[in-house]
């Protein structure tokens, strides 16, 4: 959805909160709710590096202030294939995931001591704030998962925490068995457990609602992220945040990155490809440019040459850091153990996917004009995608492909991280957790915001893209304020238009809507939301 138009949409939820005039401030807990254990995917969990020698503790990820040498000093790894394990360079320190709040410190916000800008490091926020409204509680019915995602989805250390973690959870909701929530790489490693630990989770586990889980891999998004970096913060946040080059050198070592590239044996609708003008001299001198593709099969020796000469320079030593073939084998046994799991009678599973986003696929380097000799330049080179629908992260195909026995599969107009903090995934997960009993009552407030029809288009009219909505709510409850107002009354009407400067103060957006609020008998308010903005590409 254009920016201005999900302002404005934002806006009018908030005014219709304000309606009833009811006090927002009470506290609700609902006791007849089963817990809810909220699994990230990666990147998703704060680590702390813990001094071996003097147990100091130490943020790593997320942090702002000294970030890139801090990163570099305490995450940087190497991978052990004995053991499967990433193993931090530093031998005096190992990273340990917080337990506060019950595990949801982790997964809150990255960055706690962020004031300015902190929407850029929230994770689970969002939804755990909605979920506080809904009646849960955290320690109670509201609990979380951090892990140290560098890891394999199947290492050993991580699976025996999450065992002992659900074991803590149903003993502390008082023997009620749980509802697991993941997003994105969280979903490969519960599939992982229910895999490898059918036993336990059948167990503790109720419920498992996945959410934006690249279940056959991200290979657009982690092809180029291997050759070139990828930063997880965008924005001007990223000035002070870890290059793109830092990161790469921790993804190159960690056998959850290899674990989301292409699945080899899915049957996809379009193969990703890894693909590259390259030049090239015949033997009679002669040059010539020729588009080559590489399927995922064949996609590691491109990988293995092009950074056959990466290397870092840690604590007064070189290390060499190219692509590591022995996490491969890893990464494909993993793949092998998803493609087994299946899921337990009696326990219940969903999946919402992002749809609407242009999302990488296939990667391309060089061009015909400009071709590539060295596969070694690849590491320096943009990136150019063949995008597919998803959400800007993982392919739509890949997320919907679970291979499991599904309740259900919705796809939702979202992105990877916003996804877990839409309103109609909430209205999704709320249904599904059986947390809203009735659906025309909210215990809070003893009204509902009820939406009753959402209709949006979007089309592009000579270079501009034009985006409408019409989106309507029902207000039912018993406030005498709501019931005073006469059906009779005439619908208030309100507008408004607003506007974003870009580069050079042109105009890079506009929006308009209208609003109507009709009195209905019984104290019901009807309102509806008209909107449309128009955006150049650039937007």
Known sequence: MAVLLEDIVKSVEHFLKLISKKSQEQSYVDPNLDPVLLVPGIAGSI?????????????????????????????????????????????????????????????DTLDPDMVIGGDCVYYFHDMIVEMLKWGYQEGTTL??????????????????????????????????????????????????????HVDIFEKYVKNWIAIAAPFRGAPGYIGSALLNGTS????????????????????????SIYELMACLDFKWEHVPLLQIWREKCDSDGNYTVKLESFP??????????????????????????????????????????????????HIKFYNIYGTNYETPHSVCYGSEDAPVSDLRQLPTLQAKYINVDGDGTVPMESAKA?????????????????????????????HWL?????????????????????????????????????????????DQYLKEESAERKPLVGSVCVSRMGGGESLQEEACATIIVQNQEGGKKHVELNAVSISTNAA
């Open 434 to 478: 059986k947390a809203d009993h009735d659906p025309f009552y909210n215990p809070i407030n003893d009204y509902v915001i009820l939406p009753t029809a959402l209709d949006m288009e979007c089309h592009k009219i000579k270079g501009l893209q034009v985006t409408s909505l019409k989106e309507e709510w029902e207000i039912i409850g018993d």
């Open 47 to 107: 680590l702390n590096s813990v001094n071996d020698k003097t147990g100091k503790k130490e943020r790593i990820w997320v942090r702002i202030l000294a970030a890139d040498h801090e990163f570099r000093e305490k995450l940087w790894s190497k991978f052990d294939p004995a053991t499967g394990r990433a193993v931090t360079l530093d031998p005096d320190t190992h990273i340990e995931v917080p337990e506060d709040r019950y595990g949801l410190y982790a997964i």
């Open 232 to 255: 997880f913060v965008q924005g001007w946040e990223q000035n002070f945040f870890i290059s793109k080059w830092s990161m790469q050198q921790l993804l190159l070592e960690c056998p």
């Open 402 to 430: 679970d291979g499991l026995r599904a309740e259900a599969r919705i796809g939702v107009h979202g992105d990877h991280r916003g996804i877990i903090c839409d309103r109609h995934v909430f209205r999704i997960v709320k």
């Open 143 to 196: 609990f979380g998962f951090g892990y140290d995602f560098r890891q394999s989805n199947r290492f050993q250390g991580t699976l025996g925490r999450l065992a002992a973690k659900l074991e803590s959870v149903y003993t502390a909701s008082g023997g009620r068995k749980i509802n697991i929530i993941t997003h994105s790489m969280g979903g490969l490693l519960i599939k992982c457990f229910m895999s490898l």
């Open 296 to 345: 995922p099969v064949e996609a590691a020796s491109v990988f293995m040459e092009a950074l056959s000469g990466n290397k870092i320079n840690y604590d007064g030593a070189d290390i060499s850091l190219t692509f590591n073939i022995e996490i491969l084998k890893w990464a494909n046994k993993t793949r092998e153990l998803l493609s087994c799991a299946e899921v337990p009678d």
